[in-house]
């Protein structure tokens, strides 16, 4: 495979894809779990991801764009997928081809997956209703809710099979808003006739907001194994991480106290250091002003500050009088010796969330899934490049 001589990789453990489901569906039983994949499963691998979580019991999957549903049913995943929000006119074609259920929340929305299915000879086509309780992204208006029904009732061939908001502020749990926003949606449940799929909760909902659980969770991040938020830590302490960040040093050099690294020259060394270089950048999404923020690596089971100015391609780390030779494994984030390094050691020092550090690791870094039941004795796919 082209890329596979590379010393930088991913690698996603599936069986904490598949622990994390197991731990959500017990929270949140009798109500089921979907699996949200958008964005290649927050940078996770959405095929791998999504045959893994239904194997370990999730009921569907959600995708923010078209596309990803069809990759999936590419992959010939059948499980059903759900897109998050109205989709351009132009994609519902798509839509009806693949089997998808669209969500909808305008007359225009309606219309376009109507005439798709139309066109496609179909009837009974699933439609999800998205309802805006609060946070004011898309959905419709609650007082749309009843006509938006019935309109899609007199389509004929849509068939009105889900309800659903989106929480705002579910990862902190003392705010009064996730209460206000489920109290407009029971409001809005109570004046449509019966909806067999009601769904409100993403994550942090799943772990602490019980009433917002109905029919399913919409489960994301904690499926990935990353707390929604510093207010949901302690619930979402027992999901595992599924990603690891991995690569092999490529050069090593002694350097003198007081010289000067990377671009800027704006690091010096305080003390004469043995300087490991490592092949990834701001390319492959470690942010480029991730130095001097206290963010470690670890090799050869210690950590040691990344220093220097990080480049598109590489960046380097300060070993101190440590032991370190090219090729040697480098962890980013992960575990190695004992030790483990979290997304959320990033998300923090770079103000930010761990949604968008495993979204932003980029394309140019291979995805290699392993199975690490629990223990670490990984299968032999998960051998580390060489
Ligand atoms: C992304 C998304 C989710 C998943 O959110 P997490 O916080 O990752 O669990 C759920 N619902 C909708 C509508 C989303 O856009």
């Not at 370990?56 to 999957?61: F, P, W």
């Not at 969330?353 to 998960?382: K, N, Q, W």
Request: proline share 5%.
């Amino acid at each position: 495979m082209s890329g596979s001589h590379r010393w930088a990789w991913v690698e996603i453990d599936l069986d904490a894809i598949a622990h994390n489901i197991r731990c959500l569906r017990d929270v949140v039983a009798p109500a089921d779990v979907w699996a949200i994949v958008k964005a290649d499963a927050y940078g996770h691998g959405a095929v791998e991801v999504a045959r893994a979580a239904l194997d370990a019991g999730a009921s569907g999957l959600g995708v923010a764009l078209v596309s990803e549903g069809v990759e999936l049913r590419r992959a010939a995943v059948e499980a059903p997928i759900l897109v998050l929000s109205e989709q351009p006119r132009e994609a519902a074609p798509d839509i009806i081809a693949h089997g998808i259920t669209p969500t909808v929340s305008t007359t225009a929305g309606i219309d376009a997956i109507a005439a798709a299915a139309g066109d496609a000879g179909e009837t009974g086509v699933s439609v999800h209703l998205k309802i805006d309780t609060g946070m004011h992204r898309v959905g419709a208006r609650p007082d749309e809710a009843a006509e938006l029904a019935e309109y899609i009732a007199a389509t004929g061939c849509l068939h009105l099979a889900g309800l659903f908001t989106h929480l705002a502020v579910a990862d902190e749990p003392d705010r009064p808003d996730t209460a206000a926003q489920l109290d407009i949606f029971d409001a809005v449940r109570a004046a449509l006739p019966p909806v067999d799929l009601v769904h409100a909760a993403n994550s942090a909902a799943a772990l602490v907001h019980p009433r917002a659980h109905h029919s399913f969770v919409r489960a994301g991040i904690a499926v990935y194994g990353i707390s929604p938020g510093p207010g949901v830590d302690d619930e979402a302490a027992m999901l595992r991480p599924a990603l690891s960040l991995k690569a092999r040093v490529s050069f090593v050099k002694r350097l003198p106290a007081g010289e000067r690294l990377s671009y800027g020259l704006r690091y010096a060394l305080p003390v004469d250091a043995n300087i490991a270089t490592v092949p990834l950048g701001y390319a492959d999404g470690v942010r480029r002003n991730l130095s001097g923020l206290g963010v470690d690596v670890l090799i050869r089971g210690r950590r040691h500050p990344i220093v220097g100015t990080v480049t598109m391609d590489q960046l380097l780390v300060d070993c101190g009088d440590a032991d370190v030779a090219a090729g040697d494994e480098v962890v980013l984030i992960g575990e190695q010796g004992g030790v483990g390094l979290r997304v959320e050691d990033w998300a923090g020092p770079l103000g930010t969330i761990g949604y968008e550090i495993t979204c932003g690791l980029s394309a140019r870094l291979r995805r290699i899934h392993v199975h690490r039941a629990g223990t670490d004795s990984s299968t032999g796919d998960g051998r580390s490049p060489q």
